[in-house]
């Protein structure tokens, strides 16, 4: 093994109590998006002890911050991400305390060898993955445009590298009527039966969406009384798609049908917009690497169903601008989904502190050979501008 590889496993093992106390420290005060101090001055206070300088806040968002540890002038910025959002009512139940602890441990880890190479180190601290979409707003505000490549796990049910995500957004509807009591319906505008239209309409539709578009809505105001005609309705409606220019296409068919349940019924609507979770390109070159060192590590790594069932992440937005790994590693049977309370109970379990410390190894290591082989960068390089910038998702 190179030299440098074995320093930074050794400064990693060195600190795994650490990385291990902070994971359990995360899991067990979990704070929702953009209220993730604690975890947030955590991640700072181990790098800050490790020589990073930290910018935070950052972009915009009191708990988002930048720690960067420079090497020698030059060479490429690497760019480890950290998630710490728990999710309401349930905790850390989708386990951003590993990824939290994992991008800290890499980012320390290889910043132990920066002595000698040239680029520069950056644990970027990104809230709200649940629903804000941190890593928009970081986009948005520049945050990114200081680096070259993006690389971050996520714990899961399989070890695996190479699963793309679909574009998602949410889009809310309301419609705006008249009351009239149901014994005189007839000086009614029916709000809700508007915004019952829009789910017909969609169902309509769903025959020629593209392959993978997904739409789901729920009622969130449906009238107070059934003797009553109800005079206001609102709906909030998930939709997924493969990418985002298709993704805007559907947004714009929803307001349509909008408009026709305005026409059948007279009721007025106002539909607002989100922001858009892109797609993801995973950079197959970077994850193959990855897939080396944590085989190297013993842990093997596989490669999505091609049926499998797709997310969404802000990652997505992150692996349109950089170069950008998410990789999974397993902590539960993969019968058990994210978001459940044995997730949860799985993301402090001994096989999430494993990952912790495999993860971070594997993590630096891959920012090592990005770091120090420029034939690497090219291909990394090459296959970004190809599949993003050419348009070719392939899942
Ligand atoms: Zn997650």
């Not at 496993?9 to 990385?19: F, Q, R, T, Y």
């Not at 929702?32 to 001055?41: G, H, I, Q």
């Not at 994992?102 to 320390?108: F, W």
Request: aromatic content about 6%; hydrophobic content about 40%; overall charge negative.
């Amino acid at each position: 093994m190179d030299k440098f590889k074995s320093v930074i496993m050794n400064n990693i093992d060195n600190i795994s109590n650490e990385l291990i106390e902070l994971s359990k420290k995360i899991h067990e005060n979990p704070e929702l998006c953009f209220k993730e101090f604690k975890a947030a001055s955590w991640l700072q206070e181990i790098v800050k002890e490790h020589g990073f300088t930290v910018k935070a806040p950052c972009g915009n968002m009191e708990t988002a911050f930048k720690a960067s540890y420079k090497g020698k002038k030059g060479g490429p910025r690497i760019a480890f991400l950290a998630e710490y959002d728990a999710l309401r009512g349930k905790g850390h139940a989708c386990g951003h305390n590993v990824i939290a602890a994992c991008a800290a441990g890499a980012a320390i880890g290889l910043s132990k060898v920066m002595d000698d190479i040239a680029g520069e180190i950056i644990l970027l601290g990104t809230p709200a993955e649940e629903g804000g979409g941190g890593k928009i707003i970081l986009l948005r505000e520049g945050e990114f445009a200081d680096i070259d490549y993006a690389l971050m796990i996520h714990p899961a049910g399989r070890n695996l590298i190479g699963r793309g995500g679909l574009a998602a957004t949410l889009l809310n509807v309301e419609f705006t009527g008249k009351a009239a009591h149901s014994s005189a319906p007839e000086d009614g505008i029916n709000a809700l039966q508007a915004l019952l239209e829009v789910f017909k309409g969609i169902d309509s539709t769903r025959s020629v969406l593209q392959n993978g578009t997904k739409i789901n809505g729920i009622i969130t105001a449906g009238g107070e009384a059934s003797n009553i005609i109800t005079d206001y309705a609102a709906g909030e409606f998930t939709i997924r798609a493969r990418s985002r220019d298709y993704l805007e296409e559907v947004v714009n068919k929803v307001i349509k049908l909008t408009k026709s349940a305005e026409i059948i019924t007279g009721a007025t609507p106002r539909t607002t917009k989100s922001m858009i979770y892109a797609e993801r390109y995973p950079n197959m070159i970077m994850a193959e690497r990855f897939k080396a060192n944590m085989e190297y590590l013993e842990e093997m790594m596989n490669y999505p169903d091609p049926n499998m069932n797709l997310g969404s992440s802000d990652i997505g937005n992150v692996s349109m601008e950089v170069p950008t790994i998410h990789s999974y590693l397993k902590i539960v049977e993969p019968d058990i989904s994210g978001h459940t309370k044995e997730f949860a109970a799985a993301s402090v379990s001994p096989r999430a502190e494993e990952v912790v410390i495999k993860g971070a190894k594997g993590l630096a290591m891959t920012g090592y050979d990005i770091l120090v082989d420029q034939a690497l960068r090219e291909k990394i390089n090459q296959e970004f501008k190809d599949k993003v910038k050419g348009g070719k998702n392939e899942f």
